[in-house]
């Protein structure tokens, strides 16, 4: 029974999110349809990453278990031909080995997420980025991110309903960026805490305003408190970017 590995790109804006939910469209469960419509069978499919309702992905990995040994471009073409026209798209199909799982055979993730900081509305970039009124302090937020990588207790960054069994985790990389009137953020890390990234935007988002300073944000994560963490930044602006894994060096 081959495997596939699968790299899958989705506005999230319409979506309930990546897992299959009793109401509401999902990711997951529109892939498994197409799945079915294409080879007659109901499979699970298995993603690198649960992206919350709003969340969108630029390099998902997903991996399926097929009986009939199709050839990679067929499933690519023929899923993409049933996914239409939702704003799901599978970038790429290939034979992974009979051990790999795409949650549980990664070993770095890299979200991005994207700030606009402006007076107008979005209209391009509505529900794709973060809207903020003013232009941000890039620099100061890059400093302030530099506070948090590293292996820390992110309590302060986790959300209450979160069902890791530790809030101690280990950023690789934050790393903020101007690109004209949008600020970018990255973050990487082999795994992260539910809404960890978009806590710690919102809370660099304050510092970006002048209402916060690094050493804020530095008492912040040491108080491991949910209470000290800045607003959460909401779920449009979001994505996930990449899954790298031992033998690769991208998703």
């Keep these: 029974m081959p495997r596939y590995k699968l790299i899958i790109e989705y506005d999230g804006t319409p979506f309930v999110g990546w897992q299959f939910q009793a109401a509401g469209l999902s990711v997951q469960g529109l892939l498994a ?71 549980f055979s990664a070993i770095g993730r890299r979200y991005v997420y994207r700030v606009i900081g402006r ?39 986790r959300a209450a309903e979160c069902q890791a069994a530790s809030p101690v985790k280990t950023l690789d990389r934050l790393a903020v960026e101007r690109l004209g009137e949008e600020v970018r953020l990255h973050a990487e890390a082999r795994s992260f805490l539910h809404h960890q990234v978009r806590s710690m935007v919102g809370t660099l988002v304050k510092v970006g305003e002048g209402g916060w300073t690094p050493d804020d944000v530095t008492a912040a994560l040491e108080a491991k408190d949910r209470t000290r963490c800045g607003p959460m930044a909401p779920a449009m602006g979001l994505y996930l970017a990449e899954v790298t894994y031992p033998d690769t060096t991208s998703s």
Excluded: Y
Aim: aromatic share 6%; no cysteine; hydrophobic share 40%.
């Design 33 to 103: 349809d197409a799945i079915e419509r294409f080879s007659g069978e109901r499979v699970h499919v298995q993603g690198a990453g649960r992206t919350d309702a709003g969340v969108h992905a630029t390099g998902q990995v997903a991996h399926i278990d097929l009986t009939k040994d199709w050839r990679p471009d067929t499933v690519r073409d023929a899923l993409n031909a049933h996914l239409r026209p939702h704003p799901v798209a599978v970038l790429a199909a290939s034979i992974a080995a009979e051990d790999f799982h795409a949650r």
């Design 119 to 157: 007076r107008a509305d979005l209209a391009l970039e509505r529900d794709r980025a973060w809207k903020v009124p003013r232009p941000l302090d890039a620099e100061s937020m890059h400093e302030a991110a530099q506070r948090l990588v590293g292996r820390h207790d992110f309590t302060t960054f």
